[in-house]
């Protein structure tokens, strides 16, 4: 499969987890890629998964909660890529704890990172997505954003805003020719949800020590044995900014092996 042949994306979140197994997997279709993460470790990790597929690959150090590094850090994607197709938003934190107890700093934090994160590369990259071919955009929800996860408000909140969002954007760009999509990921192994991630925006959730654990008892998937790898979620990714998902905008694909029927 070589779908992305002559195509061009920025992956945020390309260090670690989901975002790195769609960084991988664009580049095994053939993709032209710039990973942009905010830990340089990770993505170092990036270059060395990709082995002969890292002379398509650029990395870039970037924080998507500072719009300066955002402004910098798209405009200089563009120039490596020499334009812009597709945008994958995969760049998130993840922070777990009870509601009563949670600060309001960590709560904004969670929402910068996310929601406005999210909007702030969007908005610097729609004028090169507008030039493009076929441009997509992928945001990253998740399945908090529609079903109850406890102790995560702030990031159902960023998550269900992302939602939102999307369908927002889809309505607004696509007589333009942009296509806006999310993914929900849920029952993923990743850097997120594990704590294993190298990216300081790929943090563990972190569950309060007196977590009632029999809140999570639905929360398991209907099929398999356990949490799938992040590739799970990267196929979907690299559907939806395809030419084989050319009809599909402003809608969202859960992708969480059927827990949430």
């Known amino acids: 499969m070589n779908r992305y042949a002559g195509r061009r994306a920025l992956i945020t979140g390309g260090g670690s987890g989901i975002g790195q197994a769609t960084v991988l997997r664009i580049l095994e279709?053939?993709?032209?890629v710039v990973?942009?993460?905010?830990?340089?470790?990770g993505l170092k990790d990036?270059?060395?998964?990709?082995?002969?597929?890292?002379?398509?690959?650029?990395?870039?150090?970037v924080d998507i909660a500072d719009e300066t590094s955002v402004r910098e850090g798209v405009a200089t994607a563009v120039t490596a890529l020499g334009g812009l197709?597709?945008?994958?938003?995969?760049?998130?934190v993840l922070r777990s704890s009870h509601t009563h107890e949670t600060s309001l700093d960590s709560f904004?934090?969670?929402i910068q990172v996310n929601l406005v994160g999210t909007f702030l590369v969007i908005r610097?990259?729609?004028p090169a997505l507008l030039e493009g071919e076929d441009a997509a955009v992928v945001n990253f929800s998740s399945t908090s954003a529609m079903f109850a996860h406890p102790y995560m408000a702030a990031y159902a909140a960023s998550k269900g805003g992302i939602q939102s969002m999307t369908h927002a954007l889809a309505a607004e760009y696509g007589k333009q020719g942009i296509r806006f999509n999310s993914v929900q990921?849920?029952?993923i192994s990743s850097g997120m949800t594990?704590?294993?991630?190298?990216?300081?925006?790929?943090?563990?959730?972190?569950?309060p020590e007196d977590a009632d654990m029999s809140l999570f008892m639905k929360l398991a998937p209907a099929i398999g044995q356990g949490f799938a790898g992040p590739e799970s979620v990267a196929s979907v990714v690299a559907l939806l900014g395809s030419q084989d998902g050319k009809f599909i905008t402003g809608t969202e694909v859960r992708v969480d092996g059927g827990t949430h029927f």
């Not at 279709?29 to 032209?32: A, D, S, V, Y």
């Not at 990973?35 to 470790?41: G, H, K, R």
């Open 29 to 32: 279709e053939g993709g032209k």
């Open 194 to 207: 594990d704590g294993s991630g190298a990216s300081k925006q790929s943090v563990g959730p972190g569950l």
């Open 35 to 41: 990973a942009a993460d905010v830990s340089e470790a």
């Open 85 to 92: 197709d597709v945008l994958v938003n995969a760049a998130g």
């Open 185 to 187: 990921p849920g029952s």
């Open 46 to 61: 990036t270059s060395e998964k990709a082995g002969a597929a890292a002379d398509r690959l650029t990395t870039l150090v």
């Open 124 to 126: 610097e990259a729609i």
């Open 108 to 110: 904004n934090r969670v």
